[in-house]
Nanobody
């Protein structure tokens, strides 16, 4: 399985970015997808997750109302639309894939991880 995250960059506070994660290696539509992030000196934390069909999503409290996760099973891609960005959103963002069909916030329950894409939000 390969997960390739992209779309990170430098943005001013209040701005927007859209991250993408392209998956290959197994049938994409059969797996939960998640986004996590890691700020310098901090633990990797859950951001958002989406179920197989895209009909069920979950978010960390810190991003609710600002971020939106979606997926396109025909393109084997999951997205993270990030609006109203804050400096505290700065970090490396990772996409992850889980074999179990249930959404979870627990990073240890995800089987595969992408390489990460850096998001920097300036104040």
């Amino acid at each position: 399985v390969q997960l390739q995250a992209s779309g990170g960059g430098l943005v001013q506070a209040g701005g927007s970015l859209r991250l993408s994660c392209a998956a290959s290696g197994r049938t994409f539509r059969n797996y939960v997808m998640g986004w996590f992030r890691q700020a310098p000196g901090k633990e990797r934390e859950f951001v958002a997750a989406i179920n197989l069909s895209g009909g069920n999503t979950g978010y960390a409290d810190s991003v609710k109302g600002r971020f939106a996760i979606s997926r396109d099973n025909a393109k084997n891609t999951v997205y993270l639309q990030m609006d109203s960005l804050k400096p505290e959103d700065t970090g490396v963002y990772y996409c992850a894939q889980r074999s179990d069909p249930r959404i979870t916030t627990m990073k240890s329950w995800y089987d595969y991880w992408g390489q990460g894409t850096l998001v920097t939000v300036s104040s």
